[in-house]
């Protein structure tokens, strides 16, 4: 059951924290859209401009519900890897440089997630 319901201002101050903890604060401000979705737990979407290849716009997605507060963080941490991952130029996959974060999410007493989300 998802009993724990995401509020904008909870996902905002959460990924400030996480940004810290995480990242060491390496991520500008990102706007995250809180939006009830069935078959992901997030998602990071980003929009390139196809000339330049520069970044036009960012958004994370979280569901509006998970089942504890740890899934929650553990889904906003895993999306924000893929924004980094997107800020520095690299691909978003599910790669060495993404799993150079696992040890992190250990520390900080998160799940580290590496299905397709
Ligand atoms: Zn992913």
């Known amino acids: 059951m998802n009993n724990y319901v995401i509020t904008k201002k909870e996902a905002n101050e959460d990924f400030i924290k996480l940004n810290m903890k995480l990242f060491s604060g390496k991520l500008p401000s990102i706007k995250i859209l809180i939006q009830e979705h069935e078959e992901l737990w997030g998602e990071c979407i980003s929009d390139f401009d196809v000339i330049t290849g520069d970044i036009k716009s960012m958004t994370i997605m979280i569901n509006t519900t998970y089942p504890d507060k740890k899934t929650y963080h553990s889904v906003l941490g895993h999306e924000m890897i ?6 520095e130029g690299r691909d978003g996959e599910h790669n060495e440089y993404f799993y150079s974060f696992e040890e992190k999410f250990k520390e900080n007493n998160l799940d580290f997630y590496d299905d397709s989300f």
Request: cysteine-free; hydrophobic content about 50%; aromatic content about 16%.
């Open 82 to 87: 893929h924004a980094l991952q997107y800020i």
